[in-house]
């Protein structure tokens, strides 16, 4: 059972962001209202920083990446299955390596 | 029910990527039990590494979180008339899954805010339970680089983004922020382009949408 005082402390820090996000959407639609660009930015953020994350690694690491990422997209989009694509993903990678 | 069981098998994925990022069995239940948030956790694993850049974890974790604002905000004139000890207690539980779901009801004119709880409550129960087996059974496995550790990351958020995937007016964001991401990686050291390509690639769809 280690618990690392500066893992701890990260996931302390986590978890006070995490709530003050929860809420504080409560608390400031009592005080303001977002406006529509506002709420528009809020919304498009996940999926920015999820893009920002693999970008690289798909679109500039090599082809065994890329060809891998276009399989989970195609998998996670026929499928529906996050583990089913991401089991795919890493065995192409993993075979691609490999081969070349 | 389909939330859950789906729920599970991304707790026990989630769970197998923190052993490989370092994480003890301890600590990786600790966070999905203090935080809760399968985004916010997926990402920081990213940035998991020594010296630990504890800052940078504790702002992505903001940052990631902030759509957090735009649920709340939309529950505040049905969770207004709660004590203040229920409202604030109910929106710990509050994930994208039973939002929606609250919401749904809601819009269908029924007002009962318990509804937030019931389903925060099942899929925490699930979320914590899966993290603890999948981080369990993955600490059997060895080596991380040679079983992909730098792929799983991605195929996983490849995978959550087909599903946030919401036709058009996603397509400038993110061909912003994928371009933004490519060319910070490039030039600038650490995990800046993270924050970088998730700012300008969101700020660009406000933009476009405002405009």
């Known amino acids: 059972m280690a618990l690392d005082p500066q893992t701890l402390l990260a996931i302390l820090l986590m978890a006070l962001a995490t709530y003050a996000t929860r809420a504080g959407g409560l608390w400031l639609a009592s005080c303001l209202r977002l406006s529509r660009r506002v709420e528009a930015w809020l919304d498009h953020i996940p999926g920015a920083i999820l893009v920002s994350i693999v970008a690289p690694v798909v679109l500039a690491s090599g082809p065994a990446e890329a060809l891998a990422g276009l399989a989970v997209v195609l998998v996670a989009w026929r499928t529906g299955s996050l583990p089913v694509a991401m089991v795919m993903g890493v065995g192409i990678v993993l075979v691609l390596r490999a081969v070349a | 029910?389909?939330?859950?069981?789906?729920?599970?098998?991304?707790?026990?994925?989630?769970?197998?990527?923190?052993?490989?990022?370092?994480?003890?069995?301890?600590?990786?239940?600790?966070?999905?039990?203090?935080?809760?948030?399968?985004?916010?956790?997926?990402?920081?694993?990213?940035?998991?590494?020594?010296?630990?850049?504890?800052?940078?974890?504790?702002?992505?974790?903001?940052?990631?979180?902030?759509?957090?604002?735009?649920?709340?905000?939309?529950?505040?004139?049905?969770?207004?008339?709660?004590?203040?000890?229920?409202?604030?207690?109910?929106?710990?539980?509050?994930?994208?899954?039973?939002?929606?779901?609250?919401?749904?009801?809601?819009?269908?004119?029924?007002?009962?805010?318990?509804?937030?709880?019931?389903?925060?409550?099942?899929?925490?129960?699930?979320?914590?339970?899966?993290?603890?087996?999948?981080?369990?059974?993955?600490?059997?496995?060895?080596?991380?680089?040679?079983?992909?550790?730098?792929?799983?990351?991605?195929?996983?958020?490849?995978?959550?983004?087909?599903?946030?995937?919401?036709?058009?007016?996603?397509?400038l964001p993110w061909a912003v922020a994928a371009l933004v991401a490519v060319a910070a990686h490039h030039f600038l050291p650490g995990q800046w382009y993270i924050l970088l390509g998730g700012l300008t690639g969101s700020l660009a769809g406000a933009v476009w949408r405002g405009a």
Not at chain 2, 48 to 55: D, E, S, Y
Not at chain 2, 129 to 143: D, F, K, W
């Open chain 2, 1 to 171: 029910m389909p939330i859950e069981v789906s729920g599970f098998a991304i707790g026990l994925v989630f769970g197998v990527l923190a052993g490989q990022a370092g994480l003890s069995v301890a600590e990786s239940f600790l966070m999905s039990a203090l935080v809760y948030s399968g985004a916010a956790q997926f990402v920081v694993l990213g940035l998991w590494g020594t010296p630990l850049p504890v800052a940078g974890i504790a702002l992505t974790t903001l940052v990631v979180g902030l759509r957090h604002l735009l649920m709340g905000a939309a529950l505040s004139p049905f969770f207004s008339k709660l004590p203040r000890l229920e409202a604030y207690g109910s929106v710990f539980f509050m994930a994208d899954e039973n939002w929606a779901l609250t919401m749904s009801e809601f819009s269908k004119g029924k007002r009962d805010a318990a509804f937030l709880l019931g389903g925060g409550l099942a899929m925490f129960a699930s979320w914590t339970t899966s993290t603890l087996v999948g981080r369990t059974v993955g600490g059997v496995l060895r080596e991380p680089a040679r079983w992909g550790l730098d792929v799983a990351f991605t195929a996983v958020f490849l995978a959550l983004l087909v599903g946030m995937w919401r036709g058009r007016s996603d397509l």
